[in-house]
């Protein structure tokens, strides 16, 4: 594995644990001294965490772990998903195939197999992290519409950082995984009316998941 993705697993696996809390400096240098490696592949590998908005940069002040969200924050980013999400839905519906299908199938089977430990064990987290992106981006990729899927792409960051510092101890994958069947199901049936509408609930229920444990937020 090339260094700069090692790197990459190690910073992320420091964020999913705990280890760098929101809002905390990455210093290049720091980093360098700590992890006994040159500067080069943490760049690429901060650049790439940068790109999932887990991690940001800003001019003379360098790299930093993201900040929480607000209140407000959750709030819009809930509506932007309600109104892209169930529309790709809606698409993938009519454009399912078997392959497809099954490629769903094994992302809600890593999503409860994660269940039991996701909110205590780094790498059942991690599980329940990748299993639960790969299904919502499956789903945009099938849609076959560029301009929904490059929506959906602008969110992917926020949403990527919503799943990881939203967690506080609970990141109910059971229950994202029974959503994410519901959803499966509806579009293994064919009705695009039916998908969009379970696809609009469980971005709901996750929002609703969120909030009343986010006590810190700001409005």
Sequence with gaps: MPLADRMYDVLLTQLMDGTRKPGEPLNIGALSRELEVSQTPLREALARLEHSGLVQREALRGYFVAPTFTKREMTKLAAARELIEPAI????????????????????????????????DADAFRLYWTSDARFHSLIAAQADNPFLESAFQALSGPVQRFRL???????????????????????????????????????????????????????
């Excluded at 698409?91 to 409860?112: G, K």
């Excluded at 510092?165 to 029974?178: E, V």
């Excluded at 996750?206 to 810190?216: I, M």
């Design 89 to 120: 839905a809606a698409e993938s519906a009519l454009r399912r195939t078997p392959e497809f299908l099954a490629e769903l199938a094994l992302t809600i089977d890593e999503l409860a197999e994660s269940a039991t430990s996701a909110d205590t």
């Design 165 to 219: 510092f939203m967690k506080a101890g609970h990141a109910h994958a059971g229950q994202a995984a029974a959503e994410h069947q519901r959803i499966l199901d509806a579009l293994a049936s064919g009705d695009p009316t039916t998908a969009s509408k379970e696809m609009l609930s469980h971005v709901r229920a996750s929002a609703e998941r969120a909030l009343p444990e986010h006590t810190g937020a700001k409005p």
